[in-house]
């Protein structure tokens, strides 16, 4: 967006993050009622519209808890083709319970999937099916204010912060950065893997948290490159010219950074955040493939994108192409980790103490 593009929709901005912030107030005064559960509820959210890393920060949550307590995950299922509440299973499709759900079913079998875009029957419908759970992770919760979370994570792009953005629809924000106070911590994500502590202070200072919050800053992982498809040499080629990216996430940045180190050439496909890919789609991918003047070429698509292609009526389109998926996992830089971990476990711990009490 052009900077005089978004002078001009200032007043619309301003009007937008008003009417954000006269609902907060409302939940505030409790005109409004956020429902509290006798559980541990731990949402991760962010200020923007998509794009700062939640699901591997879910999936960094679910490793630390899972081995010692019951988790469950419960999101809107953004991109779904059905409403309500649904327990996932393995017969869940992309469309019955959305892209980013269906990822997280498919890496933990022991986790249980929920979406419903009213959270606060999401989380009672799971209790009364699973009365076993002690965990709940609120994926993209930030602002769904009727659920009112035991511990509070909010998420911003280092290369974004909350503090340079501005509401919609001149900016991303979904409110006023003012908002970030209601958060219990605070996670800086996609820094870079070498982190100056003057960087850090930097960003603490432009941040301004409470003295009651706690940043943390976090990095990308990058596991090594898999076959999609079964019928491709599923070893990833240590010479290749050229690397077709194609994806339909919010923000591709780091990942076209990572592949650039590993070929001559990214040529980049770029769709909407979880974009509902057709057949005519992968024909231009195909094409595109097929286009690069090389021999010594292959395509490369994330996690969360493979999770939309593998439906009935794309089947196995691209199966005798040489496809790659790109994992991603997150950590934290020097004695970030120890402290995060630390202050998450000791939330459940004494949420389940209490608990039992009462």
């Given at each position: 967006?052009?900077r005089?593009?978004?002078?001009?929709?200032l007043p619309?901005?301003l009007?937008?993050g008003?009417?954000?912030?006269?609902?907060n107030?409302?939940?505030?005064l409790r005109?409004?009622p956020?429902?509290?559960?006798?559980?541990?509820?731990?949402?991760?959210?962010n200020?923007?519209?998509g794009?700062?890393?939640?699901?591997?920060h879910?999936?960094?949550?679910i490793r630390?808890?899972?081995?010692?307590?019951m988790?469950?995950?419960?999101?809107?299922?953004?991109?779904?083709?059905?409403?309500?509440?649904?327990?996932?299973?393995?017969?869940?499709?992309?469309?019955?319970?959305?892209?980013?759900p269906?990822q997280?079913?498919k890496?933990f079998?022991?986790?249980k999937?929920?979406?419903?875009?009213?959270?606060?029957?999401?989380i009672?419908l799971?209790?009364?099916k699973?009365?076993?759970?002690?965990?709940?992770?609120?994926?993209?919760?930030?602002?769904?204010?009727y659920?009112k979370?035991?511990?509070?994570?909010?998420?911003?792009?280092?290369?974004r912060?909350?503090?340079?953005?501005?509401?919609?629809p001149s900016?991303?924000?979904?409110?006023?950065?003012?908002?970030?106070?209601?958060?219990?911590?605070i996670?800086?994500t996609?820094t870079?893997?070498?982190f100056?502590?003057?960087t850090?202070?930097?960003i603490?200072?432009e941040?301004?948290?409470?003295?009651?919050?706690h940043?943390?800053?976090?990095?990308?992982?990058?596991l090594?490159?898999?076959?999609?498809?079964?019928?491709?040499n599923?070893e990833?080629?240590?010479?290749v010219t050229?690397?077709?990216l194609?994806?339909?996430?919010?923000?591709?940045?780091?990942?076209?950074?990572h592949?650039?180190?590993?070929?001559?050439?990214?040529?980049?496909?770029k769709?909407?955040?979880?974009?509902?890919?057709?057949?005519?789609?992968?024909?231009s991918?195909?094409?595109?493939?097929h286009?690069?003047?090389?021999?010594?070429?292959?395509?490369?698509t994330?996690?969360?994108?493979?999770?939309?292609?593998?439906?009935?009526?794309?089947?196995?389109?691209?199966?005798?192409?040489?496809?790659?998926?790109?994992?991603?996992?997150?950590?934290?830089?020097?004695?970030d980790k120890?402290?995060?971990?630390?202050?998450?476990?000791?939330?459940v711990?004494?949420?389940?103490r209490?608990?039992?009490v009462?």
């Open positions: 967006m052009t005089i593009l978004q002078v001009i929709l619309v901005s009007c937008y008003l009417a954000m912030m006269v609902r107030f409302l939940f505030d005109v409004l956020s429902k509290t559960f006798n559980r541990s509820v731990i949402s991760v959210g200020l923007t519209f794009g700062t890393g939640k699901t591997p879910i999936e960094y949550l630390l808890l899972s081995p010692k307590s988790v469950a995950t419960l999101s809107r299922g953004y991109g779904r083709k059905s409403s309500g509440f649904i327990l996932a299973s393995k017969r869940s499709g992309v469309k019955y319970i959305g892209d980013e269906l997280v079913l890496k079998e022991e986790v999937v929920a979406v419903d875009e009213k959270r606060s029957r999401g009672r799971l209790l009364e699973h009365p076993e759970l002690n965990v709940i992770l609120l994926d993209d919760a930030f602002q769904h204010r659920v979370p035991g511990l509070s994570i909010l998420l911003t792009d280092y290369h912060l909350y503090s340079e953005d501005w509401v919609l900016g991303t924000l979904r409110e006023f950065s003012s908002g970030a106070g209601r958060a219990d911590i996670v800086v996609k870079p893997r070498i100056s502590p003057i850090r202070r930097r603490i200072e941040l301004k948290p409470h003295n009651s919050q940043i943390y800053f976090s990095f990308i992982k990058y090594d490159p898999v076959p999609v498809f079964d019928t491709i599923p990833f080629p240590v010479k050229n690397i077709l194609f994806t339909g996430i919010a923000n591709d940045y780091p990942l076209r950074e592949l650039e180190r590993m070929c001559s050439e990214l040529v980049v496909m769709f909407a955040d979880h974009h509902p890919y057709t057949v005519k789609d992968l024909e991918i195909t094409r595109t493939y286009d690069l003047p090389t021999q010594k070429k292959l395509i490369v994330t996690e969360k994108d493979v999770m939309r292609l593998k439906t009935p009526e794309l089947g196995t389109y691209l199966k005798n192409l040489p496809l790659f998926c790109v994992s991603m996992e997150i950590d934290f830089h020097g004695n120890e402290k995060f971990d630390n202050e998450i476990l000791r939330y711990k004494q949420n389940q209490n608990s039992r009462s």
